[in-house]
């Protein structure tokens, strides 16, 4: 039961963060409660999505639809990404936006585009964890002697996700406003990076995008990707032990992006 | 309704064909197994040519799901008991790559062994 208890934690604490993140700042940020809405909407969606493509996983067996889903999976993780960073940009203008009442109508269009973009980031976190934890759960539901010690290790595994996005948000409400929204928005950004982290790797390993320098160095001493430790801060931090010159540009990329627009943002608010 | 589901179809046609070019491809690449069995893989060790483009065939008897995971060889597929897959690797260096089950990591743990 306790591996039951940790694989579903595992593939479930990601997008309850994200989920407890966003709830969190629309304490402060959504006096009319539409984006509150918008967030359980998204909520809902995701599972529905989650079903949906755990489905596809246990039906995809023959070769074309597997590759098929593979490169659905790739897309969902570049949209993901995408997705993930805009919200954060917009999370961070929209504050400065709100005060400005001369321009109410382009305000209340960022409002209603930034709602959905909550909606849909949302939606996406829950499905792509979600969908893992499905197949698991129906894979394990088979197993001789499952039944009562299952239902109880997911609801553990749940409820303990849970709990940990909980203190997590919640923690982090006990700082100041500013702080709180600029811890959280960097921690959005770095699941954000994990999940282009993640499309790239699986590009080069579909012959899609060359590696150039194979690995360019190898920290598994240090810290293995494969296992413990390692191996949560891959999933939700994008951590490589052995990355290639591809996946190091595209970090590099990244970073001087979200840094320089953070700078912007900054100016502006 | 028959009509949409005709054209459903056809969509769906048009997408695999899309993806067909690297099936084709698979077919003639050097092959090797990998059975999921009661959380353990069969065999723990396979050796493949190294410098060489080849193909994993995967398939979980279960009794219980497995998602194939290697971060080194960027690779990761989840089986529901009974499903079979493939996975196409690219070139290896010689040398040791070690992957795993994600849902029992405990027991479910392999190499493959590039010569």
């Known amino acids: ?269 | 309704m028959l009509h949409l589901l005709m054209r459903l179809r056809a969509v769906l046609a048009l997408l695999a064909g899309l993806c067909v070019v690297p099936g084709a491809l698979a077919q003639d690449l050097p092959t090797f197994q990998l059975l999921i069995r009661n959380a353990r893989f069969e065999p723990a060790t396979i050796e493949v040519p190294a410098n060489t483009k080849f193909r994993l065939l995967i398939k979980n008897e279960g009794p219980g799901a497995e998602e194939f995971e290697s971060v080194e060889l960027r690779k990761e597929k989840v089986l529901a008991p009974g499903a079979s897959s493939f996975l196409i690797f690219q070139p290896l260096k010689p040398g040791l790559y070690k992957f795993f089950g994600d849902f029992h990591p405990e027991t479910a743990q392999g190499q493959i062994v590039a010569k």
Do not use: C
């Open chain 1, 1 to 269: 039961m306790g591996s039951t208890v940790f694989v579903i934690w595992r593939e479930s604490v990601e997008a309850m963060l994200v989920v407890g993140l966003l709830h969190s700042w629309l304490k402060f940020n959504d006096p009319g409660g539409a984006g509150k809405r918008s967030l359980a909407l998204g909520v809902l969606l995701g599972l529905g999505l989650a079903g949906g493509l755990g489905w596809a996983m246990v039906a995809a067996q023959s070769e074309l639809s597997g590759q098929a889903l593979e490169w659905f999976q790739v897309a969902m993780l570049l949209v993901a990404a995408a997705l993930m960073v805009q919200m954060v940009f917009w999370m961070r203008r929209h504050g400065a936006a709100m005060r400005q009442s001369l321009h109410h109508n382009l305000a209340q269009a960022a409002e209603r585009s930034g709602r959905l973009g909550i909606a849909v980031v949302a939606a996406l976190a829950i499905a792509r964890e979600g969908s893992e934890a499905a197949v698991f759960l129906y894979g394990a539901s088979l197993e001789p002697g499952a039944g009562g010690s299952l239902t109880l290790g997911a609801a553990l595994g749940v409820a303990i996700a849970a709990l940990t996005a909980w203190l997590l948000s919640r923690g982090l409400r006990f700082l100041d406003y500013r702080r709180f929204f600029l811890i959280s928005g960097w921690m959005l950004l770095l699941f954000a990076l994990a999940l282009l982290v993640s499309a790239v790797d699986r590009l080069i390993g579909a012959g899609l995008l060359p590696a150039l320098v194979d690995p360019v160095w190898n920290s598994a001493w240090l810290l293995d990707d494969g296992h413990g430790l390692g191996s949560v801060l891959a999933a939700m931090v994008g951590y490589r032990a052995r990355p290639s010159l591809t996946l190091l540009l595209v970090f590099a990329v990244y970073a001087a992006t979200v840094l320089r627009a953070m700078r912007t943002a900054r100016r502006h608010a």
